[in-house]
C-alpha cells in the first residue's frame, strides 16, 4: 500500500487562539501561493531591472539618442 506524506506541525502552536487547531494546506495551495510569489517578485524584477536595460542599450547605440527620446512614449 502507499504511504500518505503528512505536513502536520509537531509541537505546541504558539498563535495564542486557544484550543483552535491548526489549518492544514494541501500541497496545491501550497503551490499556488509559491506561484503567486513568484509573479510578484518577477513583476518587480521586470519593472526595475529589464526596463532600465533596455535604456542602457538604447543610450550605447546609434545615432546616440538623448535620454528625453528614450523616455517619450513617441
Do not use: C, D, N
Request: charged letters at 20%; aromatic letters at 10%; a positive charge.
Amino acid at each position: 500500500m502507499a504511504s500518505r506524506v503528512s505536513l502536520k506541525t509537531k509541537g505546541k502552536s504558539s498563535s495564542g487562539k486557544g484550543a483552535k487547531g491548526v489549518e492544514e494546506k494541501s500541497a496545491s495551495q501550497y503551490v499556488k501561493e509559491w506561484s503567486t510569489w513568484t509573479f510578484k517578485k518577477a513583476k518587480v524584477i521586470t519593472h526595475y531591472g529589464f526596463i532600465p536595460m533596455i535604456i542602457i542599450i538604447g543610450m550605447h547605440s546609434e545615432p546616440e539618442p538623448q535620454i528625453y527620446q528614450l523616455l517619450s512614449p513617441f
